[in-house]
Every structure is written in C-alpha cells, then in structure tokens.
C-alpha cells in the first residue's frame, strides 16, 4: 500500500514537473508571441472566431456554385422531379460522407497527438479539413437548389421569354406600392403550380415550388393578404433586373378571374388590419413622419404603404430617401436586430423583477421573438435576427452569457444551408456584416475612446464605425459611392432610435382600437425621426461633398476592404508597440527602482490640463467691485492689509527666535570645548 501511494506521488510530481517546464518553454518562446499575450488574456466569448474561417468558406462556395452552374438547364436535368429527387439525395450523401471522414480523420490524428504538444501544423490541418467540408457543403447546397429550380415548371416556361401562364401562388409578405408603371402594386409569393394558358383551356396543372415577384392592377391590391393562397392569370417571365428572378404580371383585364384558393389565417387577417389601422394613423403626421415613422417601425417607408388617404408626396419622399442614402443612414429603415434586442431586453427585466426561473425567462422571449415577427414585414435582415435570437435561447437555459460572435457564425450556416440564395442577398449580407463588425470591433474601440470622451458617446461612436467598417465594401457593390459624413450622421441620429422605435411599436400595437392614443405614440415617433430629416438635410447634400466616388465592381470592394484591412492593422501594431514599450519601462522600473517611461497621450495630457485648469478657475476667490460694494471692497483691503501687516510681524518674531537659538548654541559648544580644556573662557 505504501509503494503504491510512493508511486502515486512520483507521477503526480514528474506531471507536475513537465507541465512545469512546458510553462517555461512555453514563455520563453513568447518573445515573438508577446504582443498577442494580452490579447489572449483579454479573450472574450463573445469574439470567439473559430468558426469564422467555415463560414466564409461555405458562403464563398455558395457564391461560387451559383455563378458557375448555367441559369439554363439540360435535357437530363428536365425529366422531372424524380431525378431531381435522386440528384439531391447523392449530393447530401457525399456531403455528409465528407463532412463524417472530415472531423473523424482530425479527432484520429488529434488522438495520437501527445497532450499539448500538437503542433501548429496539426491544427491548420484541422482548419483546412473543417473549411474543406464547409466549403463542400455550401457547394452541394447551392447544386441542389440551382437545379431544383432549374426544373421547375415555371422556370421551364419562362426561358424562352414571357409566356401566359396561370400560376396557383401563396403569398408571404404585404403587397407595396410599386415603381412600375405597369402595376399599381406588387407582393412576394411562391408558386404552388402553375397551367400554361388560361383556366378555359383545360391545360395541365404542373405543382412548382420558386419564389415569385406578383405585379398587380389596382382593383386587387386591397384584396390580397399575407399568407392567403389565389390563383392569378397573368403573364410569365423573368425580371429585367436579374434572371434568377421570376415575374407574374396580371393586367387589369384579368383581375376579375382571380380566385381565392385559401383565405389566409385569422390571425393573418387580424394582422393586415393592425397595418392598414397604423398606416391610416400615420397620414395624419408631417411629411417626414408618413415617410419615417413607418420604416422605422415596419421597414416599410411611408410611400411604399398601400392606404387609403392621401398619398405622400413623390418628389419629397425621393429627395428624403436619397438624402438619407448620401447619409449613409438609410439602414435605418430596414428593421434588423434593434427591434429584437429592445423586445428581448424588455422581457428579461421584466422576468428578472419576478424573479422567474431560467425556462420562463427563455420563455417569454422565444414568445416576444415570435410575435414580434408575426406583425413585421418580412426580410432576409428579419430572418437573420429571429434565428439569431432563437440560437440563443439556448444560452438562457443553461445560465450562461450570449455570445454574440458565435451565434451569428452559427446563423450565418444554417441559414445559407436552408436556403442558399441567400448568400447573395445584399439584405442578409449586410446584416450579418454589421453584427460581426459591431461584435468585433466596438468593444476595444469603446474602451479606448472612452478616455476622451463621455460613455455614451463613445459607445455609440464605437457602434458606427464598427458597423460602417464592414458593411462599406458591400455598399459599393450597390452603389459606387462612399459615403464620407457616415459617421456623424448616425451619431446625430443615434440617441432618438430606441425611443422613436419604442413609441412606433407602440402606435403599431394600439392603433386598431385606440387610434387617439396610437397617433399620439406616431407624433412622439416623429419627434424622433425628425433627426434622420436634419441628417439626411446636413449630411446628405446634393452637392457632391457627401460622397466619394469610387469603383463599384468586385476589384473595387476588394480595394476599399484591403485600405481598412491595413488601417486597422497599424493600429493595432501601434497599440502593441506602445504595451510592449509600457512593459519595458515597468521591467527597468523593477531593476533600476526608477520609473522610466514615456510621456502620457497628448489628449491625455489636455484633458489632465483642462481638468486641473477648470478645478483651479471654480476655486478662486473674486472680490466684488463697483460702487455698490465699495464699503464691502474698502473694508477687505483692510482685512487684507492686516493680515499681510501680521505674518510680516509673525516673520520677524521667528527670525529672532532662530538667531536667538544659534547664539545660545554657538555659546554652548564654546562653554563645552573651554571645559574640556580646563581653561577660562
């Protein structure tokens, strides 16, 4: 028994010993590690990369496949849907056959690795082989749905051009107003089947499954709902704009063959009426009100809504949302995570003052989360956000903190997986761009601004740039502009959002039975709103000041993101420079006793002199002047005269206690040498 706790101690010792050494391998080797050192003991959840490099490789694969696969498709591919079918099928298999030899092959490697000595080879193989699969998977992804839609029926009648067709569709979003002439509005619907010719003719109804673009006539704007599945007549083709995309245009002849196939849910009713009672409320606003008010609450903009009243006025709705455009301030009427977070937020304070458990705290939130989108007008940018927001939910459960950069990683995946178009939708890139930038970059820059600048300034400074550092190479890829006044603009406008979202939200909620109370929740939301008019006013003239010309192709975004690339990396090379040199000075400290270091900042040295300069003005004393304080003035120079009369009498009195106390010790020492001598003095 003894040898074996003999043995025991030995081996915990000689592991003890190793690990040890390694810590001393292991810092002697951080000389050129050292400037990441503080960085690694700074590390967050929340920007926690590891599954960056798998993302962008699926959504680069994504990319890749769609603009490579032909639009058109072959005979082979058009035989129907069972070989569709079996084509999908072998590709998620070798999918899923890379992906299962992929992460089995790195934990086989990993397991004949010796605990902590893997070398950096090994994980870059791991990296490679995750990427490899990702990218893989992205690929087949975007395979299987080019050529599911490749064959779809209404894609086949629409190749050789326009063709008449009757299409059986269900409608996902709120018909808007259109910028066609040809239509008076227009709604996003996906096919349920499709006829060539018309009902009469007794042709064949083939089932079809594509998103499509429905432009409709006046009469059957009002009519049409959320959610509701009609047949249409009309005539197929492909948009002008991008011929992935499919149109159905019913001209007001045809509108009297619509046919309801399926009212939409009550729910789903109750809704449409909440957005005509809220629109209706909004037309008694000020012009930037009817125009604002409901894109920020509904991403809908006020000329854009189908209503009942006076329409808004065209040429200044146009000069607004060019403005806000040139203002780099136009995101503002797309609803993204704001709305979620202010939702969620809410509903966390109000379980944590009722001491809720963790279930119904993720409760109430996976509830706010759904019924926020079941009245919100959906978007790519919306998806992204509730996905997000449900990713979380997880987190609640097990009493942990969210982190941000994970979840939207992991969001970013599923969603491109599901549905690959999205990877080229400029809505969901540019959300998901904002969220990593503002996760990544606003929480260093916050802490540095905040030595110059107050809290809340500096956080929201720190948000846009964040924000903006992203999403700017992705805005060139729709307009070739940058805009220059950004920042500012989004700072003026930043302190009202929450609040005009807030109020909007609640107009929303309140104007179909208390529509008194509802316009005065818009009017409260247009006070807010009114600084996106004075930014889009100031910053967004039209005087070629507000933006920066610059190429809007691939080779341009490239440009623009490789300039941000190297300003961010001097600065963090400057920042290390500067800790490294912080910790060269605290190490001669220690050796010499001595401090030796450089000087603070300058701001840091004008905000230490504004602070001791303003201390130094609100401590000084003022004597009062003028011929209503004369006596006041007269009697403290006499106070003042005394005082100065008695320290100068106080002066003297020392003065002639010192040379008194010399001459009694200069007297002394002389007594004391006389008697050491045994003379008279």
Known sequence: MTSTVRRTHAAQHTRTAQ?????????????????MTHWADGESGRRDLRMLPAALCLWAAALATRAVLPQEGTGSLQEGAGGMRGLAVVLCLGASAVMFASVHGVHAWLRHARAGHAPPALRCASWLLVCMAAALTGAFATAVATTHDMADPAIRMSRT?????????????????????????????????????????????????????????????????????????????????????????VAAADADTAVV???????????????????????????????????????????????????VDEVYASRLEEGCRRAGIIHLMAVSGGHYALLASAAT????????????????RAAAVVALT?????????????????????????????????????TAIVAIVIKPARAADFGFALSCAAVLGIALVSGPLAAVLRQWLPRRMADALATTIGAQLLTSPLQLLMQPQIALWAVPANLLVAPWMDMATVCGLGAYTVSW??????????????????????????????????????????????????????????????????????????????????????????????????????????????????????????????HADRRRDGRREAGRRRNGHRRAGRRRRARRRRWGIYARSGEAP
């Open 19 to 35: 690990r040890t050494r390694t810590s001393r391998r292991l810092r002697a080797s951080d000389g050129v590690r050292g400037l």
């Open 161 to 249: 051009g326009s063709a008449r067709a009757t299409v059986d569709i269900r409608t996902r979003a709120p018909a808007l107003r259109s910028a066609s002439r040809a239509a008076a509005c227009t709604v996003h619907a996906s096919t349920r089947a499709v006829q060539i010719g018309a009902v009469q003719t007794g042709g064949v109804r083939m089932p079809s499954d594509v998103d499509v673009r429905v432009l409709l006539p006046d009469a059957l704007c009002m009519r049409v709902v959320q959610g509701g599945e009609y047949r249409l007549s009309g005539t197929l083709a492909r948009a002008p704009w991008d011929e992935r995309t499919l149109q159905l245009t």
């Open 261 to 311: 196939l399926r009212a939409p849910a009550p729910w789903r009713r109750a809704v449409h009426t909440m957005q005509r009672r809220f629109f209706a409320v909004a037309d008694g606003l000020s012009d930037q009100g009817r125009v604002l008010v409901p894109g920020l609450t509904l991403g809908v903009l006020g000329q854009d809504a189908l209503g009942e009243g006076e329409p």
């Open 349 to 364: 304070a109000l379980c944590s003052w009722t001491l809720a458990p963790r279930w119904a705290v993720a409760a109430a």
């Open 374 to 410: 079941a009245v919100l007008v959906p978007s790519e940018s919306i998806m992204r956000a509730v996905v997000m927001h449900l990713f979380a939910l997880g987190y609640v459960l097990l009493g942990r903190r969210e982190q941000t950069t994970p979840l939207l990683l992991w």
């Open 513 to 638: 039975c208390m529509p008194t109370l509802g316009f005065a929740l818009a009017w409260c939301a247009s006070l807010g709103t009114k600084s996106v008019e004075i930014a889009a006013d100031v910053f967004g003239a039209d005087d070629g000041s507000a933006q920066l010309a610059w190429p809007s192709d691939t080779a341009g975004a490239l440009r623009l993101a490789g300039a941000e690339t190297l300003v961010v990396l001097i600065v963090v090379l400057l920042r290390a420079m500067a800790r490294l040199r912080d910790d060269m000075s605290k190490q001669c400290t220690a050796v010499s006793g001595r401090r030796i270091g450089a000087s603070p900042a300058p701001f840091v040295r004008m905000r230490l002199w504004w602070e001791r300069t303003w201390a130094m003005l609100t401590c000084l004393r003022w004597r009062p002047r003028g011929p209503a304080h004369a006596g006041v003035a007269r009697h403290g120079v006499r």
